[in-house]
């Protein structure tokens, strides 16, 4: 079916206990995610980009339900993913799997690699044990491993071998969803393009939905239909991947595709590279105005006042800068 909704995240916040100063301080909350929304079609890769610490890995454990969302709902086709419970909680768990960044460190090195893409199959109860070898010899063809590869251990493999082990192990349950967390970060180039090409193919032929997250700009634009930049827990910028590369409104979305290397020679050229100076501010007590004000090359005095929602401005494509309104141009143009 076309243009059918798989997830839909509503204002989802996450936030973490932390002690500052003595100990007769009151508690203090780090807002990692905070009222962040977005939606994904059956079928397509949404990109999550920004750079370290914008919350990126805590909005994907709480789709997934792996870290508690303090606020907000996940609708996973139709159902409330954080509200379900007992049997239905356990089928839409096989429904969402994650690819972590580092292959090694996510596979269990006492286990061969077989055991490794089963073992979805065995603590979720899914499958007899025939049935289970099968699926393990479908998956490890599926990823572009040799049958005999199944009795290694993980310390035995490349890292981008590793990485298809992830895959295939991420493959098993039959999900609708895949989060890949910087799937390819700790790949050497050559091997990033095949990994990228490997999981292209598989959305093709298991009509997969991704939730793409990396720091990386350049790795997505090959990767995603569309983009939610986050910057200090919130999206700042959501557009479809050709009018973010082509129309960047944010400030910082502006910067982080400045440090792009592009294949297109006339955007080379059109684009100088834009510095963002500075660190985000303390998390745990974000500015009033605008979160981007003390590192923004083009910020007024309004923009510490009060905080920039962030709001469509034309024809899907969302930013949250006080600087930019429906004629859709950016401040840094
Ligand atoms: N378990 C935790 N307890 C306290 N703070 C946390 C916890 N996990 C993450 N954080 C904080 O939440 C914020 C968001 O972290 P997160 O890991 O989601 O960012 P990220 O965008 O994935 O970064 P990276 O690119 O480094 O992976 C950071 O300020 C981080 O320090
Ligand atoms: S609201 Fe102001 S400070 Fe924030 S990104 Fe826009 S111009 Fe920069
Ligand atoms: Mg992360």
Redesign the pocket.
């Known amino acids: 079916m076309k243009d059918e909704l798989l997830l839909k995240v509503d204002n989802l916040s996450v936030r973490f206990a932390v002690k500052r100063g003595g100990g007769w301080r009151k508690k203090s909350y780090l807002y990692a995610v905070d009222d962040v929304s977005f939606e994904v079609e059956r079928g397509k890769t949404l990109a999550i980009v920004g750079e370290s610490g914008s919350g990126k890995t805590t909005t994907a454990l709480a789709v997934a339900r792996l870290v508690p969302a303090f606020q907000g709902s996940v609708d996973l086709e139709g159902e409330d993913f954080l509200t379900l419970e007992g049997d239905k909680l356990r089928q839409a768990r096989a429904k969402v799997q994650f690819i972590f960044q580092d292959p090694y460190s996510s596979l269990n090195p006492r286990l061969r690699a077989e055991a490794i893409v089963r073992e979805p199959l065995d603590s979720l109860g899914l499958a007899e044990v025939d049935e289970k070898r099968a699926i393990v010899d479908r998956l490890f063809k599926a990823v572009g491993l040799r049958p005999e590869q199944q009795r290694l251990f993980p310390h035995q493999f490349s890292g981008g071998q590793r990485q298809r082990i992830g895959i295939a192990r991420a493959l098993a349950t039959q999900p609708e969803l895949i989060i890949c967390d910087e799937p390819v970060s700790a790949l050497d180039v050559a091997v990033q393009a095949q990994i990228l090409n490997l999981l292209r193919r598989l959305q093709e032929e298991f009509s997969l939905t991704y939730l793409f997250i990396s720091h990386d700009l350049g790795v997505v634009q090959h990767m995603c239909d569309s983009i939610a930049v986050m910057y200090m827990g919130k999206i ?1 910028e959501q557009a479809d991947r050709l009018s973010l590369f082509n129309n960047p409104l ?3 979305t502006v910067a982080l595709l400045s440090a792009v290397p592009s294949v297109d020679k006339k955007r080379r050229k059109a684009t100088r590279r834009v510095l963002i100076p500075g660190d985000p501010p303390d998390p745990v007590d974000p500015p009033a ?5 003390n ?6 005095p ?3 006042e009060s905080e ?1 929602p962030l709001r469509d401005v034309k024809g899907g494509h969302r930013v ?5 309104d429906e004629s859709a141009k950016s ?1 840094m143009s």
């Open positions: 700042v944010h400030p910082y105005g605008c979160r981007f004000a590192r923004c090359p083009v910020a007024q309004r923009c510490s920039p949250a800068c006080h600087l930019v401040p």
